[in-house]
């Protein structure tokens, strides 16, 4: 400050990004020695007496200026000979990226126009330790800050977008959730047993509740003042929430960032994961009193019943040691280490190495358990043991050489049992388990075998006729028996036939595991998009003479909610190309109007926009004189369903482009509802 001379700027570089981290955490540098004079400490040094001296940071090889830091003081050398490097110095980084090992940082593009008049060449191209002129070097400050300013707007810009993704993703997916709607700002104010209260409240008005617990480490009774609160739980929901147009999620999950985490699942989904031999979901059935709050009589019986099954095997084991050993276990640990090497005070890091090896010695003896005792036991009493061993471990009370021979010695044990062991081998008991779900719902809606199947559908017969030579060359197999057809449509395109159709699940299926276990039961373009390329490559046909593209009616909702012109023009309007039609289509074809939306009226505007563009600056493009017809005639749904008032007469492919540019200046604006809104209706 007191200093009057004018500001000196110096290009400074490390050799590894890792250094230059380093730098910003702890505001200090380091000069190379060179084995010639002149020597660059003393250059500074002489610049640093006579004025302000401005240091900008560069990593080799990075192409990117990282920050600028003020120099603090003088250099001094070290009293070891052998030194390469000067004393690490103080400095004062006045602008430096965030997260520069992910590459952030101004680049060298935007710099290649500065140059340095002290040397004759471009400002990029300095060497360590090289002095640039003073109007390159204010410039290149300037360009400094306003990039640190562009990204730091930028990163916030896409964490308010992350977050709106994250609740747009919870919306939709708790669109069937109205109760839950304004959780987040009423749990501020619970404790625990009241989260657990209105957790069960609420869910008593979704359908039938089965169980519902603590989950994570409250579950082992192993958690400490840190751990999460988190519910776990199980529900049947009534059977028209499950076959609706859009069915329930499996999982119930809370909104971001809220106080209390749950998960509420499916029993379905349940009987899935434990075909599976998922650990955490078989853990369920052995699951302690103690941290159980809500529970069934239906979930006894369940418990009772899947535990005679036999999900305790040798399958299991596997799955716990896989988690022991694999890239979420120990070889997690082994990158943890390799970090720590490089900051060993890292206590956040030192953390999650303890909580890592909690969470493998947890596996390593609930599998040692088993193989001892053909049983599970989840809870850790107070007293016991291994509970105090697991707590200390969470603690960090172990090294990692006592850890990994503790480790070892349990593998050693494990593998002992497993030679020896009578535990059976994984069992399919799908069978079993989907009859116990349906006789549950018969329990407890009486009226589950009077729901009627959609209407007798003597087009089956001609359907397997006529998929008969695709189905045979396809990569699916579409499951007959199991589906309802609705809608087919059939076009001949030259040499080839396009089928267009759409179809549903028997209730029974919907109803079981097997909904669940073929991607939530949506079957899609069994010969089409991807599938169709794999098939002309195989066959070296580039004109298949069939093609396929049926799909489950909850897939076809999606199109028409978010106003997908081609699938609402192809199922809804077009009448021409049927081949067979359910009594129940023609009642959604009733409704049509319904899915003339302000979502619809901004596709079929984008769509104009964009062949608009392509015929202007694309030569010899040629508009889709089919697509285009359909576009138009919903844009005329659109225009009579909000009252727009716009000739759409006359208009085709030789004025397109004169006509569009006005219609749509002339389109008022209109904000599309939200998706949640418009499923909902």
């Keep these: 400050e007191d200093k009057v001379a004018p500001i ?34 003393d250059t500074l040094n002489q610049a640093f007496e006579e004025g302000p001296v401005i240091l900008i940071g560069s990593t080799n090889g990075a192409k990117k200026y990282q920050g600028y830091a003020l120099m603090k003081e003088t250099i001094a050398l070290s009293d070891d000979p052998d030194n390469k490097m000067t004393n690490l110095f103080e400095i004062s980084w006045e602008t430096k990226f965030p997260n520069i090992m992910a590459g952030y940082g101004l680049h060298y593009n935007l710099t290649s126009h500065l140059e340095n008049s002290i040397t004759g060449d471009i400002v990029n191209n300095s060497r360590n330790c090289e002095e640039i002129c003073i109007e390159s070097g204010s410039s290149l400050v300037k360009l400094l800050k306003q990039a640190y300013i562009d990204h730091m707007e930028q990163q916030q810009l896409l964490e308010k977008k992350r977050e709106l993704k994250i609740k747009i993703k919870h919306d939709n997916l ?56 988190d519910f776990f739980g199980f529900m049947l929901y009534p059977s028209e929430k499950m076959v609706a147009p859009i069915p329930i999620s499996h999982v119930l999950k809370n909104p971001p960032f809220s106080v209390y985490d749950y998960s509420i699942h499916q029993m379905e989904y349940l009987c899935k994961m434990l075909l599976e031999g998922d650990t955490k979901m078989i853990e369920s059935l052995y699951e302690s009193s103690h941290s159980i709050f809500y529970e069934s009589e239906l979930w006894s019986d369940f418990k009772a019943f899947a535990r005679n099954l036999g999900f305790l095997s040798v399958d299991l084991v596997s799955k716990y040691l896989s988690e022991a050993e694999g890239y979420r276990g120990r070889k997690m640990i082994a990158k943890f280490m390799k970090k720590l090497e490089k900051s060993p005070t890292d206590q956040q890091l030192i953390s999650k190495i303890n909580k890592k090896w909690y969470i493998i010695m947890r ?91 959609p209407s007798n559908i003597d087009a089956l017969n001609d359907l397997k006729e006529l998929l008969q030579d695709g189905l045979a060359s396809s990569t699916q197999d579409l499951p007959i028996d199991d589906i309802h057809i609705l809608y087919l449509t059939k076009q001949v395109k030259g040499n080839r036939i396009e089928y267009l159709g759409v179809f549903t699940h028997t209730v ?6 097997a909904d669940i276990s073929e991607s939530e039961g949506v079957y899609t373009n069994i010969l089409s998009g991807k599938s169709l390329k794999q098939y002309i490559k195989k066959h070296g046909l580039y004109d298949p003479p069939v093609i396929y593209n049926i799909i489950e009616i909850s897939r076809l909702y999606t199109h028409l909610f978010k106003g ?31 899915f003339v939306s302000k979502r619809l009226l901004a596709q079929c505007k984008g769509w104009l926009n964009n062949e608009v563009k392509k015929l202007t600056h694309v030569s010899n493009y040629e508009i889709s004189r089919d697509m285009m017809m359909k576009v138009l005639l ?17 208009i085709d492919e030789n004025n397109f482009q004169d006509r569009i540019p006005n219609v749509l200046k002339a389109v008022p604006e209109m904000v599309p509802s939200s998706y949640n809104s418009v499923t909902k209706e």
């Design 8 to 41: 000196r700027y110096f290009i400074v570089k490390t050799k590894r990004i890792e250094d230059m981290a380093r730098s910003f955490e702890q505001n200090v540098w380091s000069i190379p020695i060179r084995k010639q004079p002149p020597q660059a400490y």
């Design 363 to 453: 596996c390593l003896i609930f599998a040692e358990y088993i193989l001892m005792n053909n049983d599970l036991n989840v809870w850790f009493p107070d007293d016991s043991s291994q509970r105090r061993y697991l707590l200390d471990i969470r603690n960090g009370k172990y090294s990692f050489v006592q850890l990994s021979d503790t480790y070892d010695g349990y593998m050693s044990s494990i593998h002992s049992l497993l030679a020896n062991t009578t535990l059976p081998r994984g069992l399919n008991h799908e069978d079993a388990l989907n009859e116990w779900l349906m006789n549950a719902r018969k329990q407890l809606e009486p009226g589950i075998t009077t729901i009627k199947q």
């Design 564 to 594: 997908a012109p081609n699938w609402i023009y192809d199922t809804l309007y077009n009448t021409d190309l049927i081949v067979y039609e359910n009594m129940m289509w023609d009642e959604l074809r009733q409704i049509r109007n319904k």
């Design 174 to 229: 708790n669109m069937h959730i109205p109760q839950f709607q304004n959780w987040a700002e009423e749990e501020a104010t619970w404790n625990t047993e009241q989260a657990q209260s209105a957790l069960t409240s609420k869910l008593s008005e979704l359908g039938h509740i089965i169980m519902l617990s603590m989950y994570g480490s409250r579950r082992y009774n192993t958690y400490n003042e840190s751990s999460d609160i």
């Design 508 to 513: 029974k299926r919907l109803l079981t595991i």
């Design 634 to 650: 919903l844009l005329h749904q659109c225009f009579e369903k909000f009252q727009v008032e716009i000739d759409l007469e006359g």
